[in-house]
Protein backbone atom coordinates (compact mmCIF):
# COMPACT_ATOMS: atom_id res chain seq x y z
CA UNK A 1 0.00 0.00 0.00
CA UNK A 2 1.55 3.33 -0.76
CA UNK A 3 2.99 5.48 2.23
CA UNK A 4 5.66 7.51 2.77
CA UNK A 5 7.45 4.78 2.90
CA UNK A 6 6.42 2.15 0.02
CA UNK A 7 5.94 4.00 -3.47
CA UNK A 8 3.34 4.37 -5.76
CA UNK A 9 3.89 1.83 -8.66
CA UNK A 10 1.75 2.76 -11.38
CA UNK A 11 0.42 6.09 -12.17
CA UNK A 12 -2.16 7.21 -14.90
CA UNK A 13 -4.44 9.44 -15.71
CA UNK A 14 -8.00 9.52 -17.33
CA UNK A 15 -9.79 11.99 -20.01
CA UNK A 16 -13.51 12.21 -21.26
CA UNK A 17 -12.98 13.67 -24.33
CA UNK A 18 -15.15 16.56 -25.23
CA UNK A 19 -15.52 17.88 -28.22
CA UNK A 20 -17.87 20.38 -30.07
CA UNK A 21 -20.45 18.89 -31.64
CA UNK A 22 -20.44 21.10 -34.59
CA UNK A 23 -16.57 20.75 -35.12
CA UNK A 24 -16.02 17.41 -33.64
CA UNK A 25 -11.83 16.73 -34.83
CA UNK A 26 -10.08 19.16 -32.69
CA UNK A 27 -11.91 17.96 -29.71
CA UNK A 28 -10.93 13.69 -30.82
CA UNK A 29 -7.35 15.14 -31.73
CA UNK A 30 -6.98 17.19 -28.22
CA UNK A 31 -7.71 13.92 -26.86
CA UNK A 32 -4.69 11.96 -28.62
CA UNK A 33 -2.44 14.99 -27.98
CA UNK A 34 -2.86 14.53 -24.05
CA UNK A 35 -2.27 10.39 -24.56
CA UNK A 36 0.98 11.28 -26.41
CA UNK A 37 2.06 13.92 -23.77
CA UNK A 38 1.20 11.66 -21.18
CA UNK A 39 3.71 9.15 -22.81
CA UNK A 40 6.27 12.18 -22.91
CA UNK A 41 5.76 12.81 -19.44
CA UNK A 42 6.55 9.19 -18.32
CA UNK A 43 3.27 7.92 -17.25
CA UNK A 44 2.18 4.43 -16.95
CA UNK A 45 -1.30 4.25 -18.36
CA UNK A 46 -3.91 6.74 -20.12
CA UNK A 47 -7.38 5.69 -20.12
CA UNK A 48 -10.42 7.38 -21.57
CA UNK A 49 -14.42 7.49 -21.01
CA UNK A 50 -17.12 5.70 -22.90
CA UNK A 51 -20.01 8.43 -23.41
CA UNK A 52 -23.05 7.49 -26.00
CA UNK A 53 -25.42 10.28 -27.33
CA UNK A 54 -23.16 12.92 -25.67
CA UNK A 55 -20.26 15.07 -27.46
CA UNK A 56 -17.15 12.94 -25.72
CA UNK A 57 -15.75 9.50 -26.50
CA UNK A 58 -18.57 7.16 -28.37
CA UNK A 59 -16.00 4.86 -29.64
CA UNK A 60 -12.99 4.53 -27.44
CA UNK A 61 -11.54 1.07 -28.94
CA UNK A 62 -11.43 3.78 -32.29
CA UNK A 63 -9.34 6.27 -30.19
CA UNK A 64 -6.88 3.85 -29.01
CA UNK A 65 -6.17 2.35 -31.94
CA UNK A 66 -5.04 5.88 -33.36
CA UNK A 67 -3.35 6.85 -29.88
CA UNK A 68 -1.81 3.03 -30.59
CA UNK A 69 0.35 4.14 -33.47
CA UNK A 70 0.94 7.42 -31.97
CA UNK A 71 3.02 5.67 -28.88
CA UNK A 72 4.83 3.31 -28.10
CA UNK A 73 5.08 2.54 -24.60
CA UNK A 74 2.08 3.69 -22.35
CA UNK A 75 -0.50 1.47 -21.51
CA UNK A 76 -3.94 2.12 -23.22
CA UNK A 77 -7.21 1.47 -21.16
CA UNK A 78 -11.28 2.37 -21.21
CA UNK A 79 -12.67 3.43 -17.80
CA UNK A 80 -15.49 1.93 -19.01
CA UNK A 81 -17.41 0.39 -21.88
CA UNK A 82 -21.01 -0.44 -20.93
CA UNK A 83 -21.28 -3.25 -22.26
CA UNK A 84 -25.40 -2.85 -22.49
CA UNK A 85 -24.31 -0.76 -25.83
CA UNK A 86 -22.26 -3.65 -27.47
CA UNK A 87 -22.49 -7.01 -28.88
CA UNK A 88 -19.23 -9.35 -27.09
CA UNK A 89 -18.45 -10.95 -30.18
CA UNK A 90 -17.59 -8.07 -32.24
CA UNK A 91 -16.14 -6.01 -29.34
CA UNK A 92 -14.17 -9.30 -28.59
CA UNK A 93 -12.67 -8.97 -32.27
CA UNK A 94 -12.12 -5.52 -31.88
CA UNK A 95 -9.99 -5.44 -28.61
CA UNK A 96 -7.95 -7.98 -30.18
CA UNK A 97 -7.60 -6.57 -33.24
CA UNK A 98 -6.86 -3.07 -30.75
CA UNK A 99 -4.63 -4.83 -28.63
CA UNK A 100 -2.31 -6.67 -31.44
CA UNK A 101 -1.70 -3.53 -33.24
CA UNK A 102 -0.54 -1.71 -29.86
CA UNK A 103 1.86 -4.16 -29.05
CA UNK A 104 0.22 -5.59 -25.86
CA UNK A 105 -1.18 -2.15 -24.43
CA UNK A 106 -4.68 -2.86 -24.18
CA UNK A 107 -6.71 -2.45 -20.93
CA UNK A 108 -10.11 -3.12 -21.61
CA UNK A 109 -12.03 -1.72 -19.05
CA UNK A 110 -16.00 -2.87 -18.88
CA UNK A 111 -19.03 -2.56 -16.95
CA UNK A 112 -22.82 -4.15 -17.36
CA UNK A 113 -26.20 -3.13 -16.67
CA UNK A 114 -28.57 -1.48 -18.91
CA UNK A 115 -27.76 1.23 -21.02
CA UNK A 116 -28.08 4.87 -19.57
CA UNK A 117 -31.27 6.40 -20.36
CA UNK A 118 -32.17 3.26 -21.25
CA UNK A 119 -36.30 3.75 -22.02
CA UNK A 120 -35.01 6.67 -24.23
CA UNK A 121 -32.73 4.67 -26.61
CA UNK A 122 -33.76 1.03 -26.51
CA UNK A 123 -35.79 1.64 -29.85
CA UNK A 124 -33.08 2.82 -31.67
CA UNK A 125 -30.23 0.46 -29.70
CA UNK A 126 -32.50 -3.01 -30.02
CA UNK A 127 -35.42 -2.81 -31.73
CA UNK A 128 -36.50 -6.00 -32.26
CA UNK A 129 -34.70 -7.48 -28.97
CA UNK A 130 -35.36 -5.07 -26.05
CA UNK A 131 -36.89 -7.18 -24.12
CA UNK A 132 -34.81 -10.06 -24.41
CA UNK A 133 -31.33 -8.72 -24.00
CA UNK A 134 -29.14 -9.47 -21.05
CA UNK A 135 -27.55 -7.15 -19.24
CA UNK A 136 -25.92 -8.65 -16.27
CA UNK A 137 -22.96 -10.26 -15.75
CA UNK A 138 -23.67 -13.29 -17.91
CA UNK A 139 -22.82 -10.76 -20.81
CA UNK A 140 -19.00 -10.02 -19.11
CA UNK A 141 -18.64 -13.30 -19.26
CA UNK A 142 -19.34 -13.88 -22.44
CA UNK A 143 -16.82 -11.49 -23.62
CA UNK A 144 -14.12 -13.14 -21.28
CA UNK A 145 -15.05 -16.65 -23.10
CA UNK A 146 -14.18 -15.01 -26.29
CA UNK A 147 -10.91 -12.96 -25.05
CA UNK A 148 -9.77 -16.04 -24.03
CA UNK A 149 -10.11 -18.31 -26.82
CA UNK A 150 -12.92 -20.13 -26.30
CA UNK A 151 -15.07 -21.84 -29.16
CA UNK A 152 -17.97 -19.67 -30.53
CA UNK A 153 -19.44 -21.66 -33.48
CA UNK A 154 -19.57 -25.22 -34.26
CA UNK A 155 -18.06 -25.04 -37.68
CA UNK A 156 -14.53 -24.92 -38.24
CA UNK A 157 -13.01 -25.27 -41.94
CA UNK A 158 -12.98 -24.44 -45.42
CA UNK A 159 -15.93 -23.42 -47.76
CA UNK A 160 -15.08 -22.89 -51.22
CA UNK A 161 -12.05 -20.71 -50.92
CA UNK A 162 -13.12 -19.37 -47.67
CA UNK A 163 -11.56 -20.68 -44.67
CA UNK A 164 -13.77 -20.40 -41.43
CA UNK A 165 -12.61 -20.44 -37.74
CA UNK A 166 -14.25 -21.83 -34.52
CA UNK A 167 -12.71 -19.05 -32.07
CA UNK A 168 -12.61 -15.13 -32.25
CA UNK A 169 -10.33 -13.96 -34.76
CA UNK A 170 -7.64 -12.26 -34.09
CA UNK A 171 -7.05 -13.44 -30.84
CA UNK A 172 -4.23 -11.37 -28.54
CA UNK A 173 -3.00 -14.11 -25.96
CA UNK A 174 -2.94 -12.08 -22.95
CA UNK A 175 -5.56 -9.79 -23.45
CA UNK A 176 -7.99 -11.83 -21.16
CA UNK A 177 -5.28 -10.70 -17.89
CA UNK A 178 -5.74 -7.54 -18.64
CA UNK A 179 -9.16 -6.71 -18.81
CA UNK A 180 -10.87 -4.76 -15.91
CA UNK A 181 -14.17 -4.34 -14.42
CA UNK A 182 -15.61 -0.92 -12.69
CA UNK A 183 -17.30 -1.78 -10.10
CA UNK A 184 -19.40 0.70 -7.50
CA UNK A 185 -21.25 -2.28 -5.28
CA UNK A 186 -19.73 -4.49 -2.90
CA UNK A 187 -21.56 -7.13 -4.82
CA UNK A 188 -19.55 -6.09 -8.55
CA UNK A 189 -16.20 -6.16 -6.29
CA UNK A 190 -16.85 -9.68 -5.05
CA UNK A 191 -17.93 -10.87 -8.65
CA UNK A 192 -14.95 -9.33 -10.43
CA UNK A 193 -12.83 -10.91 -7.65
CA UNK A 194 -14.07 -14.53 -8.27
CA UNK A 195 -13.74 -14.31 -12.21
CA UNK A 196 -10.29 -13.13 -11.68
CA UNK A 197 -10.55 -9.73 -13.15
CA UNK A 198 -8.66 -6.91 -12.13
CA UNK A 199 -10.80 -4.38 -10.12
CA UNK A 200 -11.68 -0.09 -11.26
CA UNK A 201 -12.54 1.52 -8.60
CA UNK A 202 -13.64 5.59 -9.10
CA UNK A 203 -14.93 7.97 -7.53
CA UNK A 204 -18.00 7.07 -7.65
CA UNK A 205 -19.62 4.25 -5.36
CA UNK A 206 -22.78 2.94 -3.75
CA UNK A 207 -23.01 3.71 0.08
CA UNK A 208 -24.58 0.17 1.31
CA UNK A 209 -22.79 -0.61 4.51
CA UNK A 210 -21.16 2.96 5.26
CA UNK A 211 -21.08 6.45 3.85
CA UNK A 212 -18.05 7.54 4.37
CA UNK A 213 -16.53 7.54 1.03
CA UNK A 214 -13.37 6.31 1.83
CA UNK A 215 -14.59 3.63 3.92
CA UNK A 216 -16.65 2.68 1.18
CA UNK A 217 -13.61 2.21 -1.61
CA UNK A 218 -11.78 0.33 1.23
CA UNK A 219 -14.82 -2.62 1.46
CA UNK A 220 -15.05 -2.63 -1.87
CA UNK A 221 -10.74 -3.01 -2.16
CA UNK A 222 -11.29 -6.33 0.71
CA UNK A 223 -14.10 -7.46 -1.19
CA UNK A 224 -12.50 -7.97 -4.22
CA UNK A 225 -9.41 -9.06 -2.94
CA UNK A 226 -10.65 -11.82 -0.57
CA UNK A 227 -12.63 -13.69 -3.36
CA UNK A 228 -10.01 -13.37 -6.45
CA UNK A 229 -7.11 -16.01 -6.82
CA UNK A 230 -4.58 -13.93 -6.39
CA UNK A 231 -5.81 -12.44 -3.08
CA UNK A 232 -3.55 -9.66 -1.96
CA UNK A 233 -1.84 -9.72 -5.08
CA UNK A 234 -5.01 -8.46 -7.06
CA UNK A 235 -4.45 -5.61 -9.44
CA UNK A 236 -6.61 -2.61 -8.17
CA UNK A 237 -6.59 0.70 -9.90
CA UNK A 238 -8.19 3.90 -8.06
CA UNK A 239 -9.68 6.70 -9.75
CA UNK A 240 -9.82 10.40 -8.25
CA UNK A 241 -10.26 13.24 -9.68
CA UNK A 242 -6.97 15.28 -8.29
CA UNK A 243 -6.21 18.80 -9.67
CA UNK A 244 -2.50 19.76 -8.87
CA UNK A 245 -1.93 23.43 -8.75
CA UNK A 246 1.72 24.64 -8.49
CA UNK A 247 2.56 25.38 -11.68
CA UNK A 248 -1.06 26.75 -12.48
CA UNK A 249 -1.50 30.57 -13.34
CA UNK A 250 -3.62 32.47 -11.13
CA UNK A 251 -6.62 32.15 -13.29
CA UNK A 252 -6.50 28.39 -13.74
CA UNK A 253 -5.91 27.97 -9.94
CA UNK A 254 -9.25 29.94 -9.44
CA UNK A 255 -11.08 28.27 -12.45
CA UNK A 256 -10.03 24.81 -10.52
CA UNK A 257 -11.45 25.83 -7.22
CA UNK A 258 -14.62 26.83 -8.68
CA UNK A 259 -15.26 23.42 -10.93
CA UNK A 260 -14.46 21.69 -7.49
CA UNK A 261 -16.77 23.88 -5.12
CA UNK A 262 -19.88 23.50 -7.68
CA UNK A 263 -19.15 19.99 -7.33
CA UNK A 264 -19.05 19.78 -3.69
CA UNK A 265 -22.87 19.25 -2.38
CA UNK A 266 -22.99 15.99 -4.14
CA UNK A 267 -20.50 14.26 -1.97
CA UNK A 268 -21.79 15.22 1.52
CA UNK A 269 -24.15 12.21 1.18
CA UNK A 270 -25.73 9.48 -0.73
CA UNK A 271 -27.86 10.44 -3.93
CA UNK A 272 -30.45 9.01 -5.56
CA UNK A 273 -32.50 6.24 -5.47
CA UNK A 274 -29.23 4.08 -5.99
CA UNK A 275 -27.48 5.79 -3.03
CA UNK A 276 -24.41 6.87 -5.22
CA UNK A 277 -21.80 8.67 -3.09
CA UNK A 278 -19.32 10.59 -5.09
CA UNK A 279 -15.97 11.83 -3.85
CA UNK A 280 -14.38 15.35 -3.19
CA UNK A 281 -12.26 17.03 -5.81
CA UNK A 282 -9.27 17.55 -4.62
CA UNK A 283 -7.42 20.40 -5.47
CA UNK A 284 -4.28 21.83 -4.30
CA UNK A 285 -0.58 21.90 -4.50
CA UNK A 286 1.20 18.62 -4.76
CA UNK A 287 2.22 18.59 -1.10
CA UNK A 288 -1.30 19.16 -0.16
CA UNK A 289 -2.80 16.07 -2.47
CA UNK A 290 -0.15 13.75 -1.19
CA UNK A 291 -1.20 14.48 2.42
CA UNK A 292 -4.67 13.94 1.45
CA UNK A 293 -4.00 10.79 -0.54
CA UNK A 294 -2.28 9.23 2.28
CA UNK A 295 -4.90 9.83 4.73
CA UNK A 296 -7.57 8.36 2.45
CA UNK A 297 -8.18 4.57 3.48
CA UNK A 298 -8.81 3.47 -0.43
CA UNK A 299 -5.40 5.20 -1.73
CA UNK A 300 -4.15 2.81 0.84
CA UNK A 301 -5.12 -0.52 -0.26
CA UNK A 302 -3.63 0.73 -3.53
CA UNK A 303 -0.37 0.37 -5.76
CA UNK A 304 -2.12 1.87 -9.03
CA UNK A 305 -3.57 4.62 -9.55
CA UNK A 306 -5.68 6.61 -12.60
CA UNK A 307 -6.24 9.91 -11.43
CA UNK A 308 -9.44 11.33 -13.71
CA UNK A 309 -8.90 14.96 -15.38
CA UNK A 310 -12.22 17.52 -14.79
CA UNK A 311 -14.12 17.88 -17.58
CA UNK A 312 -14.63 20.42 -19.44
CA UNK A 313 -11.23 22.08 -19.27
CA UNK A 314 -9.22 23.60 -22.13
CA UNK A 315 -6.31 21.80 -23.82
CA UNK A 316 -3.56 24.11 -22.09
CA UNK A 317 -5.49 23.37 -18.66
CA UNK A 318 -4.48 19.65 -19.38
CA UNK A 319 -1.09 20.34 -20.06
CA UNK A 320 -0.65 21.92 -16.76
CA UNK A 321 -2.36 19.04 -14.55
CA UNK A 322 -0.76 16.21 -15.98
CA UNK A 323 3.14 18.29 -16.20
CA UNK A 324 2.47 18.86 -12.44
CA UNK A 325 1.45 14.94 -11.38
CA UNK A 326 3.75 13.60 -13.35
CA UNK A 327 6.75 16.35 -12.18
CA UNK A 328 5.06 17.27 -8.41
CA UNK A 329 2.34 15.09 -7.72
CA UNK A 330 3.85 11.49 -8.76
CA UNK A 331 7.63 11.62 -6.87
CA UNK A 332 6.06 13.15 -4.01
CA UNK A 333 3.55 9.57 -3.69
CA UNK A 334 6.72 7.66 -4.24
CA UNK A 335 6.26 7.10 -7.93
CA UNK A 336 9.17 7.22 -10.79
CA UNK A 337 8.41 7.79 -14.65
CA UNK A 338 9.23 5.77 -17.19
CA UNK A 339 11.59 6.70 -19.25
Same mark, same amino acid.
Given at each position: ?185 ? *?? /???? #???? @?? !????? +???? %? &? ?55 ? *?? /???? #???? @?? !????? +???? %? &? ?51
Amino acid at each position: MPVPSAPLRKLGFLTIGLFDGDDPRPGHESTLRVIELGEQLGFDSAWVRHRHLQFGISSPVAILAAASQRTSRIELGTAVIPLGWENPLRLAEDLATVDLLSGGRLNPGLSVGPPMRWDDVKEALYPDAMDVEDFTYERVERLLRMVRGEVVSPFEGTVGIEQFADRVQPHSAGLASRLWYGGASL *RS /AQWA #GEHG @MN !FLTSS +VVKA %E &EWQAFADIQLSHIQRFREHHPDGARARVSQGLVVVPTDTATTEQAAKYQKYAESRMA *RT /AEPQ #GPAR @MM !FAPDI +VGTS %E &EIAERLYAHAGFREVDEVAFALPFSFEHEDYVQILSDIATRLGPALGWSPTA
